[in-house]
Each structure stands twice: as C-alpha cells, then as structure tokens.
C-alpha cells in the first residue's frame, strides 16, 4: 500500500483544508463498509495549510482504515454499529484533522507506543504496525503533530495538526 507513496517526493503547496477533505470523503476514500458511516463536520473558518494532498490523503485512509478494524473487533462481539466522524478546526495557530470512531479503544500503554513502527496488537497477515509510523513521519514532514485520544471500550480520536496559514 504505501510503496508507490514513500517512493514520490513530498511537496508542500497552500490547500483549503475543508475543500481538500470534501474532496477526500466523497471521491478518495479507499472503501467503507455498509455498516459503517463515514460523517463529516468542518469548520466554518476555511483554514489554509502547507499539503501534500496525496500523502495526507494516505494518512487519512491509514486512519480510517484503522478505524474500522476498531470497530470490527467490537462488532464482532455485540454487532454495534459503526460510526466514523472526520473534523477539522482551527486551535489557535494549528488546523486540526481529527478522525473519531467509536470502536475498540486503547488502554494507556497501547497509546505511548502506537505512532512507533511495527507496533501492533493485531494479528491479521496486512497488520504489520507501519501505518501510524508512517503517518508521523509524514506529519513531521509537515511541521505537525499527531495526537490520540482514547478510551477503552469507547473509542478513539486520531488528530494530526498543521501549521496554519495565518
Ligand atoms: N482507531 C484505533 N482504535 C484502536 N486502536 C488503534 C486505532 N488506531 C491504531 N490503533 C492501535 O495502534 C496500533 C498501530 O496501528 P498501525 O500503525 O496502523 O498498525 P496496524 O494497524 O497494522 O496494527 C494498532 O495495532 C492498534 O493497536
Ligand atoms: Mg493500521
């Protein structure tokens, strides 16, 4: 999945961060189950920031993706449905991209380790722990932050931050 990516320079150009997430939800994203909805809530600032608009796109599936299989490990005890939510917000010099999904959750310790690569708790032959990896790096890239928010058995909030275009 991100061979063809890693293999292509990055380049920063000004984007419309609420115009580039309408596009990515409704032509971009990799594939969504039936029983999971995809919402999205953006903020009515329209902020700017310095994008390299393929590869955040590939942050956000790697996030997504993620995200589902957090709410598949539930579903698959009490057939929960889904929900995913992207949102983006201005916090003081910072735009901000979260991805909430009310899936499994993490206990603490899982949350100290999971931007490091070939961390995982999962046990399927695709899971090899690079996603969150590369997403950091990419955001550092980016002159970001990558934050994570959880709680077990609740669910979880990915937020990467970029520095707004003031
Ligand atoms: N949305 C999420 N909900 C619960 N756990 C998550 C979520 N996203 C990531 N994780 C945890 O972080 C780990 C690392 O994620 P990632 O780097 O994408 O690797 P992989 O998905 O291959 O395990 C996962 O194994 C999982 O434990
Ligand atoms: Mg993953």
């Known amino acids: 999945m991100h061979k063809r990516i890693q293999s292509q320079s990055i380049i920063l150009e000004p984007a419309y961060i609420n115009d580039f997430i309408d596009d990515f939800v ?79 959750g993490m206990e603490k310790e899982i949350q100290s380790k999971i931007f490091e690569a070939f961390y995982t708790t999962k046990t399927g032959d695709n899971n090899w722990g690079i996603g969150l990896s590369y997403v950091k790096q990419i955001i550092d890239i980016h002159n970001g932050n990558t934050v994570v928010e959880s709680s077990k058995h609740k669910g979880t909030t990915i937020k990467i931050m970029l520095p707004l275009i003031m």
Do not use: Q
């Open 26 to 104: 409704n032509n971009k994203v990799s594939s969504m189950p039936n029983d999971i909805s995809l919402n999205y809530k953006l903020t009515s600032l329209n902020p700017r920031a310095f994008v390299d608009e393929e590869h955040i796109g590939e942050c956000l599936n790697v996030m997504i993706k993620n995200a589902i299989e957090a709410i598949e490990a539930i579903e698959a005890n009490d057939g929960a449905s889904g929900i995913i939510n992207i949102l983006t917000e201005v916090i003081n010099d910072w735009v901000i991209i979260s991805i909430h999904d009310n899936g499994i």
